[in-house]
């Protein structure tokens, strides 16, 4: 059955959004072409007339990922740093990691991957330092950097951290204390 241009590209997004869903949640290794197209609600047969791999529906994926993740920041950006950090370190963002940061999400998986992956993960954590630097206040531009290098590493941590222990008092704990810290290091 002969699809539209409209329909194809449709089905190229919705395959995109799934695979960026299912691999914040479970990890590049961890999402099979199966279970992907699946959830797309589309054939495994199809996937090889969108990709010609799941190398790259890795990287269009994380191309999608990253526009997400600068809309979101930009937004929340905007609304000042403790909305930010609330934001990123709150129980609803911890508990949805499909939906959230693939900065956190994927840092594991992405030390595994080739070199082109590297590289638009490393333009995600350009581009999130450079918005928390926007944030930081007075100092040289360079302080600013230097501290917003800190938070990320606070950020993500604590977001990894905080899903990765089973005690939701742990995980509520870790988050606060990297609130508190980054909030406390911006007066």
Not at 28 to 48: E, H, I, K, P, W
Not at 121 to 134: D, W
Request: hydrophobic share 40%; charged share 15%.
């Amino acid at each position: 059955m002969k699809v539209t241009r409209a329909e194809a590209q449709a089905n190229h997004e919705r395959v995109l959004e799934s695979a960026s869903q299912l691999f914040r949640q479970w990890g590049f290794d961890g999402v099979s072409v199966n279970a992907l197209m699946q959830s797309a609600g589309l054939t495994r047969g199809g996937f090889y007339g969108h990709f010609e791999s799941k190398q790259q529906l890795v990287i269009q994926s994380l191309q999608l990922m990253l526009e997400e993740n600068d809309h979101q920041w930009q937004r929340l950006a905007k609304q000042g740093l403790p909305s930010l950090v609330n934001y990123y370190l709150s129980p609803d963002h911890r508990d949805t990691p499909q939906q959230g940061c693939m900065l956190a999400a994927l840092n594991a998986d992405i030390s595994r991957q080739q070199p082109a992956v590297k590289g638009l993960f490393n333009s995600g954590v350009s581009n999130l330092m450079a918005l928390l630097a926007s944030c930081a206040p007075g100092g040289t531009e360079q302080e600013q950097k230097n501290r917003a290098t800190v938070w990320l590493c606070i950020l993500v941590g604590a977001l990894s951290l905080s899903r990765a222990v089973a005690d939701e008092q742990l995980a509520e704990y870790i988050c606060q204390q990297a609130i508190g810290s980054i909030l406390q290091s911006k007066e």
